[in-house]
């Protein structure tokens, strides 16, 4: 199953294809680029796909399986949680055994778990297998930007790049679409087993096409203490964010798992200084730019994914759409991503990373800003120009902090590089969603007391006002059957405009963080080690 080349990575400046000992160009099918390419997107759409589309269908799963919120809240969490623990330590499995076999490992894990959850019949046995997807999702997408690496030139691969981002903001945004599509005409299975036929083109594709690239100085052995102190402080870090909002930031549990996570963390940067061959060796942080990168992508998540999460709710809640009008009414942000990516490419290639990384960042901030003026009568015009905007701005940052990060990394190290920028995004799109959440949560429960007693409405006791403070922090009015409709339209209109002062706050905050990442972008350069793997196969 293994087809095999060694790339020496002895300069920055060497490529393989040079080196008369190294392999020679492939020829065909196997080890083409842009058949390469075309291979990992299939597997990343598969996983990119599955971060959203899902939400869609946890209701029908919770009525269906008859789960409690709790439950299906896990589907979501187990998911994240395996997926964000295991992202770096799959990039060094790829390092050592190559990125090929892992790849080729996560598709089928992945769409095996996808069918498994189809046939499942019991919540439990749902958010087992959706802890598997995350596990397999893990080793798929380190793997497939080690691939690109090592696949395209130098010259190619921002476009390759660009390409592959579009690819996943294209999935991400077009879950809830398809997503809604399938529940409401099929039925929820069919939002697992939609991953089964994509699993088994993927895994075709890659028995085909994809060439096993080697670093010379690949890794031999691994850092098994290193591998359970980062995983145990990943774990605490995104459990702290996961339960924040059910325990509160005040909580000792919060603060407890967070400063377990920072201890660990601690131990792990002194016992990587001390072992032979460290899970992450921490000179690659003397590298300015690709720290940068690492934060920018942190920075990028927090108010893109944290800014996002409200509009599903402003949309649906507050405009009454269904989820697939909704998901239509986001097209501007997906179309633009789509369109954006391989624009970004070709102008990074052209002028380096830093002008199109802080004028993407900017624009960024630009469509919070404007995202925080919304109302609950504004117009879907208005409406998809900010979501335009938004998309516009997202797509150098996607596909330039990447190339930043990994081009920025040894070859050897490519898939702990593609790791910590899958990590980076996932943990700031958690801490954005806790950090934001808690922000809405701040403002309603401060303002919705005043707005109801403005409104002339009866005082609520403390246990009532807390569950309608809970409605509307996700712009659901906490009406019952029953009531009268002008007591209905009082109260509904009370809880939208309340939670739109939430959710004008939250873009705000995220439009401050998007502001403060224009700085960091401008610390950012091209890749040193671009061409380290790339010239192997042909163009």
């Known amino acids: ?232 402080a990943m774990f605490c870090l995104v459990w702290a964010l996961i339960k924040a909002p059910t325990w509160g930031w005040g909580d000792v549990k919060t603060w407890g798992f967070i400063g377990a996570s920072a201890l660990l963390f601690v131990l792990f940067a002194v016992w990587e200084t001390r072992v032979a061959e460290p899970l992450i060796p921490l000179g690659m942080f003397r590298s300015v730019p690709l720290s940068a990168g690492v934060v920018l992508m942190v920075l990028m998540a927090i108010a893109f994914m944290g800014g996002l999460f409200f509009v ?53 901030a630009i469509a919070m800003y404007g995202m925080s003026t919304l109302k609950a009568d504004t117009g879907s015009g208005l409406m998809s120009v900010w979501f335009a905007l938004l998309g516009f701005g997202l797509a150098p940052v996607m596909v330039g902090a990447t190339e930043v990060i990994v081009g920025n990394a040894p070859m050897e190290l490519s898939g702990v590089a593609g790791g910590l920028q899958q990590a980076a995004m996932q943990i700031g799109g958690s801490l954005g969603t806790a950090v934001l959440g808690a922000v809405m949560a701040s403002r309603v429960d401060s303002e919705l007391p005043g707005n109801w007693a403005d409104a002339g409405l009866p005082k609520l006791p403390p246990e009532q006002l807390d569950q309608a403070s809970e409605a509307v922090q996700v712009g659901v009015a906490p009406v019952t059957k029953g009531m009268p409709e002008a007591l209905v339209a009082k109260i509904s209109g009370v809880a939208h405009d309340t939670f739109i002062s939430g959710m004008s706050l939250a873009s705000l905050v995220a439009a401050g963080v998007a502001a403060f990442a224009v700085l960091v972008a401008l610390l950012t350069k091209r890749g040193e080690n671009a061409e380290a793997g790339a010239g192997v196969g042909h163009i």
């Open 312 to 364: 599903t709710f402003y949309l649906q809640n507050v405009h009454g759409m269904s989820p697939i009008d909704a998901g239509l009414h986001l097209l501007p942000l997906t179309g633009m991503m789509i369109v954006g990516s391989p624009l970004a490419g070709a102008a990074i290639t052209k002028l380096g990373p830093r002008i199109p990384l802080a004028g993407g960042m900017a624009a960024t």
């Open 1 to 232: 199953m293994t087809s095999q080349t060694t790339i020496d990575t002895t300069g920055p400046g060497d490529r393989a294809s040079a080196d008369p000992s190294g392999p020679a160009p492939a020829a065909g099918l196997r080890g083409h680029p842009w058949l390469t390419l075309i291979t990992v997107a299939v597997g990343v759409m598969m996983v990119a796909l599955d971060g959203t589309i899902v939400a869609i269908a946890n209701p029908a799963i919770q009525k269906d399986l008859g789960a409690s919120f709790a439950d299906v809240q896990w589907i979501t969490n187990g998911y994240f949680l395996a997926l964000a623990v295991c992202l770096i330590t799959a990039g060094k499995l790829g390092d050592r055994f190559g990125h090929r076999q892992t790849f080729l490992i996560g598709v089928t894990g992945f769409a095996a778990a996808s069918g498994a959850i189809g046939l499942s019949h019991s919540i439990a046995a749902v958010v087992t297998f959706r802890v598997f997807q995350g596990l397999f999702g893990a080793l798929l997408m380190p793997a497939a930007l080690g691939l690109l690496r090592a696949t395209f030139p130098a010259e190619k691969l921002n476009m390759a790049i660009g390409i592959w981002g579009m690819v996943i903001g294209a999935s991400t945004a077009g879950g809830p679409i398809l997503g809604g599509v399938l529940v409401e005409h099929v039925n929820w299975q069919s939002v697992f087993f939609i991953n089964v036929p994509v699993g088994v083109l993927a895994l075709l594709l890659g028995l085909l096409i994809l060439l096993d690239h080697r670093a010379k100085n690949a890794p031999r052995s691994f850092d098994l203490p290193g591998i359970a102190l980062l995983s145990g």
